[in-house]
């Protein structure tokens, strides 16, 4: 793994030889010492590792009880219907979370000595704030090392994943043992608490030196030297509020069931302190973007997103750009794209009526005969069911199979195949041209973090520290305040009686914030997470419906044993290093 690792910190930095990092460097090429000379370079280090980041829209519902996708060799389909195993993984982040740990450990070792401007003001700042991203980042990365791949040995020891701090050159003991879940857990949020000590908030330029946070007025005496440093011009890069919100989410893998075990000290209540500490900043529950659940359909945030600034609902983004992927792979092939999106009625069903209780419950008034009629907003701009309309010319679409349209089920190659397309992530404002025999681009990017998952991290870890009433020390909010804002907005409704009779049931709460957090965050690639941290039932057969008949079906079955709740290491890595132990069952 790691021979791999150096391999490829070599290659991306436009180096011939592993040899350079370790000896004297070819004639005509790049050796890394300089970096103590060449500030751009020695950023280009750190920047590079950016390029290793996983996909938010990674797809994987199509693993899960939410989504089947129509691409028969899709490698999730494979995964979920018996393909998985520690040689077949395509949730594999090992040789990607190392090699941009591999080129963080390198950066951090050599920063201080880079000469990063000729004012020593300012190169002090440009040191203190690359190395705050470089820590933040080696904590994300860690992050994903162990959610995919931390579990139990066959011993009943807890483990996570080899923590690596120090560059591994060419003399390094490669057969590097795992550390323990706990040791993991201390490591990421020491870096990110490095991090957040290191950066802003937010990169922003300021107008004078009063406008300078505390952390740096004594560094700096010209306001421009901060705006050279720290301001508008990196966006986007990881800053202070982005590692926070890592914290909440390494805490909330690690106070959840999966990893409930005597060796690991993270609680709920750790979990619900570092949400707050994300939602403090933009004012608690009062700060919930009442636009936030569209914002992937938002167009004048779309179109007018400039200078790196992120629209309310967003902590963290990729950059913007005129694309129409996500519109070619997932409209409805009656309109030009290949439906590969299929979600399931399985998630369908878990929308409530428009008065906010469950379509199982009486109170609900649901009709089957009239199932999508006074139904959650939510599932009619997240999902295209039967005559929901796409496009800018909200052409219905029939799903039916005798409908007689290509949309039908099961009527092509790219037609659903449970009755239902994906209508979320994709703008209706974009259509397929047939006189230029092409589709229109226009702004699009992919949320990394948004608030509302934080929001909801925080009323899952609240629920379970204190209850749904009780509240966080340094929150003014408890989970029932969060659901009850995060369902205003979708339901538009200001009397919510089923969250009431929830909020004296700390069970009952659960399961609600449970199923508001698979509403809310559906096919951003959560679910699949979400179940195995909660120990769910993996292997609930996905169903479809169909209009013409008025009856569900089965679609697709899951194939998971119970130690997959856990993800294999790489069967590749056990066979080069006997220091590594295989999660139990992967053997």
Known sequence: ????????????????????????????????????????????????????????????????????????????LKMATGSWTASYNPVNMWTNGYGAIQYLNTFLEKCDDV??????????????????????MRGLYLFHLLRNHAGYSTSGELLGVPILT????????????????????????????????????????????????????????????????????????????????????????????????????????????????????????????????????????????????????????????????????????????????????????????????????????????????????????????????????NTPILTGSESGTDDGINVGETSTRTGYYMKKRMRMDVNYSNANQSWQEKNNYTPRIRYTEIFLNYAEAANEAYGPTGIAPNAGYSAVDVIRVIRERALGITSDPYLDECSGNKDKMRELIHNERRLELCFEGFRFWDLRRWKADLTETAKGYDVSTGKEFEVEHRSYADYMNYGPIPYSEILKYDKLIQNKGWE
């Open 115 to 136: 000469d990063w401007a000729d004012d020593p003001e300012a190169a002090a700042l440009f040191n203190m704030r690359l190395k705050g991203e470089a820590y933040g």
């Open 166 to 393: 120090e560059f591994q050159d060419a003399n390094a003991d490669f057969n590097t043992p795992r550390a323990t879940f706990q040791e993991c857990v201390d490591q990421i949020i020491s870096d990110l608490d490095s991090a957040v000590y290191l950066l802003p908030v937010e990169y922003d330029n300021v107008g004078s030196l009063e406008e300078i946070s505390e952390k740096y007025k004594d560094m700096v005496t010209l306001s421009s030297t901060y705006n050279r440093a720290m301001g508008d011009l990196f966006k986007q890069l990881l800053n202070g509020q982005i590692a926070k919100a890592y914290r909440s989410k390494i805490a909330l893998l690690a106070a959840s069931p999966a990893f409930q075990d005597a060796s690991n000290t993270i609680t709920w209540e750790n979990a619900a302190d570092y949400s707050a500490d994300v939602l403090q900043y933009i004012g608690g529950v009062s700060g919930l973007d009442p636009d936030g659940a569209t914002y992937f359909n938002n167009d004048d945030d779309l179109d007018n997103l400039a200078d790196g600034n992120n629209p309310a609902e967003i902590l963290w983004r990729t950059n913007v750009g005129e694309t129409s992927d996500e519109e070619e792979d997932n409209f409805p092939p009656s309109l030009f794209g290949e439906g590969k999106m299929n979600p399931t009625q399985n998630l369908v069903n878990a929308f409530p009526m428009a008065n906010g209780y469950p379509i199982t419950n009486t109170n609900g008034n649901y009709n089957p005969a009239s199932p999508y009629a006074d139904r959650d907003p939510r599932l009619t701009y997240c999902i295209v069911y039967d005559t929901n309309p796409v496009s800018v010319n």
């Open 1 to 76: 793994m790691k021979r791999n690792i150096i391999f490829l910190l070599v290659s991306l930095l436009v180096l011939s030889s592993c040899d350079d990092l370790f000896e004297p460097a070819i004639e005509n090429t790049k050796d890394i010492d300089l970096m103590y000379t060449d500030p751009i370079f020695a950023q280009g280090v750190l920047t590079t590792s950016y390029r290793f980041l996983p996909d938010a829209y990674d797809n994987s519902e199509y693993a899960t009880d939410d989504a089947v996708t129509n691409v028969i060799s899709n490698s999730y």
